[in-house]
Every structure is written in C-alpha cells, then in structure tokens.
C-alpha cells in the first residue's frame, strides 16, 4: 500500500523560506507514469494546486506561485520536497504531497489518488 | 487558467434523502482523445486528506459505495449521493485535470438537516 509522509517545521516566519519533505513508502517514487505534486488548503479554506515534479526532475509550478516555488526529488531516498520562499501570513496552511498523473498536451492527466495526512505550516514572527 | 465554480457552498439534507452538488468549469474539461470528461471529485472529512470519488466525471472509484455518482460533460457537472447516510457529512470539491494549471472548485460544505 503507498504511503506519503509530509516532514517539515511547523513554524516559519514571515519573509523566510517554508521548506517541507515529502517520503513515499510502499511503492517506488521512479514510477515512469506518476509525477509527484504539493497542494496547499489554508485553514478551514478551499485547495490549491502548488506544483509537481517527475522522477527525472522535470517541474511544473503553478503560474500563481511559481516566482516563490522549488521542487527537487530525491530517487535514492523515495523522497521530494517543496520549498516556498519570502513567505507571509497568507501562506499559513495545511500542506500535502499526493501522487497524480499531470496532463501534458494530448495526454489526460489523473486525479490525485494517494495523499499524504498533511503538514500544518503556520507563518508568525 | 479553467476556473471551478461549485454550487452551493453549503447544503443541508435529511437522511436518506438525495443531495446534489454542481460544479461548472470556465471551459470545457472534454478531452477528446479519451472520449471523457477529465473531472474528479473529492470529499474531505475533518482532519483528513482529501479521497477522490469519482474521476472522468462519471467512474466511482474503487470501495467508494455505490449511492455516490457523478455525470455530466463539457462545462457542467454534478455529484449526486442518492440516500444521505450520517458518514457523507463532509466537504466535497471537484478538480479539473485537463490541463495546468489543476484547479479545483471552492467546495461545498454538506450537513445533515
């Protein structure tokens, strides 16, 4: 059964870099079909996609938050991670890492169907 | 970017009864190679991830029980649970995963009445 465990500090303050890690288990993350995302759902609000990468490491962001996003993947450790810079209050949120296939041009993409239990960052000084 | 509008934000239904929820999208989500709608929907508990329901606007998921479906095409689609059950009380979004940006609607939020 796979399993996505987000890790990361719960508290980042303002203007600061929110790092989080997201670690797959039961299944490997160099899948040649799956691309790997973060969705972000500010408390008791509605869900954004923030972006997804591929095992290879090719990216797609959101264009919303793309100035401030960074995905990496790291394939020896099942793992990858998210990090959002110069953050506000704004960006306080309940973050999850969940498997997805992303459209590309003539290709469908899927729902997410996996997903992690989810990773509260709230932005305070 | 293809904008998800719900409808309503929030609904209360006695049990046992149907509850319907829609969901439009700014363009249509038909993706024509598949012959399909590339539409989900999602219910969120307190306190849990999201679980998809339904994808390609129609298909229940795996496990998911079977008074949960889903129709629609184009731009207009609709979650309908035949027989509230207390355990629906949730929040329900749709997605659209047609193209990037994937978007989803703002959810709508179900009691029991």
């Not at chain 1, 299944?27 to 408390?43: D, H, L, M, V």
């Not at chain 1, 996003?69 to 973050?95: C, E, G, P, R, Y």
């Not at chain 2, 539409?39 to 029980?65: D, F, H, N």
């Amino acid at each position: 059964q796979l399993q996505l465990q987000e890790s990361g500090p719960g508290l980042v303050k303002p203007s600061e870099t929110l790092s989080l890690t997201c670690t797959v288990s039961g299944g490997s993350i160099s899948s040649s079909t799956y691309y790997w995302g973060w969705i972000r759902q500010p408390p008791g609000k509605g869900l954004e996609w923030i972006a997804s990468i591929y095992y290879t490491g090719s990216t797609f962001y959101n264009p919303s938050l793309k100035s401030r996003v960074t995905m990496s993947v790291d394939t020896s450790k099942n793992q990858f991670s998210l990090k959002l810079s110069s953050v506000t209050a704004a960006d306080t949120s309940i973050f999850y890492c969940a498997r997805h296939v992303l459209p590309r041009g003539y290709t469908s993409g899927s729902p997410f169907d996996y997903w992690g239990q989810g990773s509260l960052v709230t932005v305070s000084s | 970017d293809i904008v998800m509008t719900q409808s309503p934000d929030s609904l209360a239904v006695s049990l046992g009864e149907r509850a319907t929820i829609n969901c439009k999208s700014s363009q249509s989500v038909f993706h024509s190679s598949y012959n399909k709608a590339s539409l989900a929907w999602y219910q969120q508990k307190p306190g849990q991830p999201p679980k998809v329901l339904i994808s390609w606007a129609s298909t229940r998921e795996s496990g998911v029980p079977d008074r949960f479906s889903g129709s629609g095409s184009g731009t207009d689609f609709t979650l309908t649970i035949s027989s509230l059950q207390a355990e629906d009380v949730a929040v329900y979004y749709c997605q659209q995963y047609y193209s990037t940006p994937i978007t989803f609607g703002q959810g709508t939020r179900l009691e029991i009445k």
